[in-house]
């Protein structure tokens, strides 16, 4: 696919642009060409870095718009905004813990998706992928509110895929494994060598290998529909 849409550069609206995966994406799209938007808490190192919660619908609404004005359109949306909380216990998940967590990796997801479609649909182009995770492919202990949120984006991505099938857009999820990220703290479980041993390749993915994926459903994924990909190290075969 050609970096340029018509007469302008193409353009791609990441969430959590300001670091980890959302940053590899965004600077991958760069380099290949592409203009940037970025919304993140914190400010991004894109074309257009816009400051925003991805719990704020109106707030969201309102910097994709920004972003589609000032960048001539939208061609690809990448939800990558989100936190983990690890070592909990079921029981003691809070109601707040839930709430917060739901609220981020669904609710982000829902909004920057409702905030994005509607360019798409007037374009009738374009695409939207949602990062989800391998845990929701896995199933894991003692995340499960971050588990049960990223389950529910896939089911999101995969009704959405099919309601627009029937058009140009496409929506697809990308389900990573452990990243080498800032959201796996220093002492987390999956960055102990006896987990890293039991992958079949031993380590962990590489933020700029998960951005790789989220370019290649974007400028090479005409064929898939609600589809799941997962670079995770062989956590999940
Ligand atoms: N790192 C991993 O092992 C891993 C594995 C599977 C899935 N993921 C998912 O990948 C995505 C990116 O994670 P990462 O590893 O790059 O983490 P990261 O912590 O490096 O980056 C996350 C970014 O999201 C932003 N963010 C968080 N909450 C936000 C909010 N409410 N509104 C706007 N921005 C917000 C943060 O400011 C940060 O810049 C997340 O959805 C995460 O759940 C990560």
């Known amino acids: 696919m ?4 018509g007469s302008r550069p193409r353009v ?8 980890g995966i959302g940053a590899e994406t965004a600077a991958l799209f760069r380099r290949r060409g592409w203009h940037t938007a970025g919304i ?10 816009l400051l925003c919660d991805v719990t704020d619908a109106a707030g969201i609404r309102s910097a994709v718009d920004e972003a589609a004005g000032r960048l001539g359109g939208i061609d690809a949306a990448v939800s990558a905004a989100g936190y983990y909380e690890e070592g909990i216990d079921v029981c003691d998940i809070s109601r707040a813990q839930w709430d917060s967590m739901l609220a981020v990796i669904l609710g982000g997801t829902v909004n920057t998706c409702g905030a994005v479609l ?8 374009g695409t939207i992928i949602a990062i989800s995770s391998e845990l929701a492919l896995a199933g894991s202990a003692t995340d499960l509110h971050y588990v049960a949120a990223k389950g529910a984006v896939l089911g999101l991505v995969k ?6 099938a029937a ?41 700029d290998e998960i951005a790789a994926t989220v370019y290649y459903l974007a400028t090479e994924g005409a064929m898939y529909c609600g589809e799941v990909l997962s670079p995770n190290a062989g956590a999940v075969i």
Request: proline share 13%; glycine share 6%.
């Open 12 to 19: 791609a609206v990441v969430t959590g642009a300001a670091s």
């Open 167 to 207: 058009t140009p857009i496409r929506v697809n999820a990308v389900a990573p494994g452990p990243t080498d990220t800032p959201l796996l703290a220093a002492d987390s479980l999956w960055r102990k060598p006896d987990y890293l041993a039991t992958l079949p390749l031993g380590r962990l993915v590489r933020p």
């Open 118 to 125: 509607p360019h798409l649909i007037g374009q009738q182009s």
């Open 40 to 49: 993140d808490l914190r400010p991004s190192d894109t074309d257009l870095p």
């Open 2 to 5: 050609s970096a340029r849409h």
């Open 159 to 164: 009704s959405l895929a099919a309601e627009l």
